[in-house]
């Protein structure tokens, strides 16, 4: 994962990217490039999620029934690879998991890719968390929306690890954080800022070893920091 | 140090360092993801192996997919090897044999290797299998072909896109017949400028094909284009290594593709709005996947 900030003349793309992933069909952006869009939703949400809403839009609303693009999307919300073939049965493992799921289809904007979605995520007792993201092919995908923050964040095969981090919108909010990762020695790549009113949501891009849960659970507790996540533990191929 | 984002980048450091495509390929991925050359090979050899079970599976279990759209024709074209006067070589027929089946093998949800989408994913594993099946090349010849065929791809993912939505089916299908078309010339021994001359032969001829899916399955005509695009792109090396230069350089090619991209309807783009997906059989189809009918003046 890497939040995208590169010139155009920067390369964008590892050759996995293009070679793979490994999936199930039999669409890379409608079933394979959906699955990893659950997959990130549910790394950017905090605890087992009971209810996901799906909102689908422009291609993803017209076609995604033969392409499986719902079994997909909810899949990887299950933590199901793209490679796996169970995908196929992802209503009936929900049902079994009570996870409740609702598919709709809605215009999102004329400005958002033909392959997009709206994730909603639910569970009693947290704040909802939703995300838009699109699937841009061959299995690539692009976060373009977290929460109510405008961001970008590109679903290429790892060349950083990721922090997204929830936080107050000062201008020093960060500084605790950023304090903490050297105390791992963690170097920070770039952050990518965005704020809205008093809050703010920023993606951190690391190199270094990955952080362990509890890790990442010790940073939510510094001041300004609402929530983290930390998008290491994605699917790799 | 390594990074390309055009032919011509790619030529230069091909040149910088004495080394095919192959080599600038996997330093570049070594660099990129910052992994050793061992990690970056490993992870190859594991797409190389789901290709090869792809294959099998289409072959020796044809499965039918939804709709009863697909399904059996990969045997098919095995069986064909047998008979006398197909005016296509058997390398040729095995080649379009394992694209079917990879792609018979995607639409019913079956294991495949996106190369470079699940769309066209069978153009690539059927020529470069095949070529390194009937001609006994090493696996490390098969390692260059794959390698120099992603560098292609990511030349199109960079200078205009891999997906059918944006681009219709020449950002698939036509983008995996310029890979395959360059990775078999690089697995013959073709020069870096061979083997971006057969890219550019391959994907010019596939300039403009739109993607017109019936109820927008990954089906028809999908499957079918992967076979016969396995035989372009054969063709394709062949008349590069016969001398037949691209009079458009391979980057040239790709603006192409991205032009005709941003004039094509969305209708042509993995909507089934459009082309086959609203012919009679197409409409057809359409009311059994329960899709909402379209309005006449919309055809």
């Known amino acids: 994962m890497q939040a995208s900030q590169q010139k155009p003349t920067d390369s964008r793309y590892s050759i996995f990217d293009i070679a793979g992933p490994i999936m199930v069909g039999p669409s890379s952006s409608h079933t394979g490039g959906a699955c990893k869009l659950g997959q990130i939703a549910r790394a950017l949400f905090h605890g087992t999620p009971e209810k996901v809403t799906f909102i689908l839009h422009g291609s993803f609303a017209t076609v995604y029934k033969g392409h499986a693009t719902d079994r997909a999307l909810l899949a990887g ?33 004329r400005s958002q890719h033909p392959n997009t979605v709206k994730i909603i995520i639910e569970k009693k007792g947290r704040k909802p968390m939703s995300m838009i993201g699109s699937s841009i092919g061959g299995g690539m995908v692009q976060v373009v ?37 050297r105390k791992h020695k963690i170097r920070i790549h770039d952050i990518q800022t965005t704020k809205v009113g008093h809050h703010a949501l920023s993606i951190i891009n690391m190199d270094g070893k990955a952080l362990t849960l509890k890790e990442v659970l010790a940073l939510e507790i510094l001041d300004g920091i609402e929530d983290v996540r930390s998008l290491t533990t994605l699917e790799k191929q | 140090m390594y990074s390309f984002i055009t032919a011509v980048d790619l030529l230069k450091l091909c ?51 939804a709709f009863h759209m697909s399904g059996g024709s990969a045997p098919k074209l095995i069986k064909a090897l047998k008979k ?52 006994r090349l090493s696996e490390k010849k098969l390692n260059h072909g794959l390698f120099t065929s992603a560098a292609v791809g990511k030349i199109i993912a960079e200078g205009a896109t891999l997906s059918a939505a ?24 073709g020069t870096p400028e061979q083997c971006l001359n057969a890219a550019s032969l391959g994907l010019k001829s596939y300039l403009g094909v739109v993607c017109d899916p019936l109820g927008g399955l990954v089906a028809v005509p999908c499957i079918k284009r992967n076979t016969l695009g396995a035989a372009t792109a054969l063709a394709a090396s062949d008349a590069s290594i016969a001398g037949i230069e691209s009079f458009i350089p391979f980057d040239d090619v790709v603006l192409a593709m991205k032009n005709i991209a941003k004039i094509m309807s969305p209708k042509l783009r993995e909507t089934a709005l459009g082309g086959l997906a609203v012919t009679p059989t197409g409409l057809k189809i359409r009311k059994k996947i329960g899709l909402p009918p379209l309005k006449k003046e919309d055809i």
């Open chain 2, 166 to 189: 944006a681009g219709g089916c020449q950002a698939e299908v036509g983008a995996a017949i310029a890979m395959a078309a360059a990775g078999v010339t690089a697995m013959r021994g």
């Open chain 1, 77 to 109: 919300i299950m933590r199901y690879k793209t490679s796996d073939t169970k995908l196929k049965d992802a209503f009936e493992i929900a049902k079994k998991q009570k996870l409740e799921y609702i598919i709709k289809t809605a215009n999102l904007g």
């Open chain 2, 84 to 135: 006398k006067k197909m005016a296509m070589s058997p390398l040729v027929l095995t080649a379009m044999a394992y694209a079917t089946a990879t792609g018979e093998t995607n639409a019913s949800m079956g294991r495949i290797a996106a190369f470079p989408t699940a769309g066209g994913s069978g153009v690539v594993p059927g020529t470069m299998l095949a070529v390194a099946e009937l001609w």
């Open chain 2, 15 to 65: 040149k910088k360092h004495k080394v095919g495509i192959a080599d600038i390929t996997i330093r570049y991925e070594m660099e990129y993801s910052r992994r050793h050359r061992a990690k970056v090979m490993a992870r190859m050899r594991k797409i190389k192996n789901v290709m090869k079970e792809a294959i099998k599976e289409g072959i020796n279990n044809p499965r039918q997919s």
């Open chain 1, 145 to 181: 929306q977290i929460d109510q923050f405008d961001v970008s964040l590109h679903g290429v095969a790892g060349q950083y690890k990721t922090l997204v981090v929830w936080h107050d919108s000062g201008k020093t909010a960060l500084d605790p954080l950023k304090k903490e990762l």
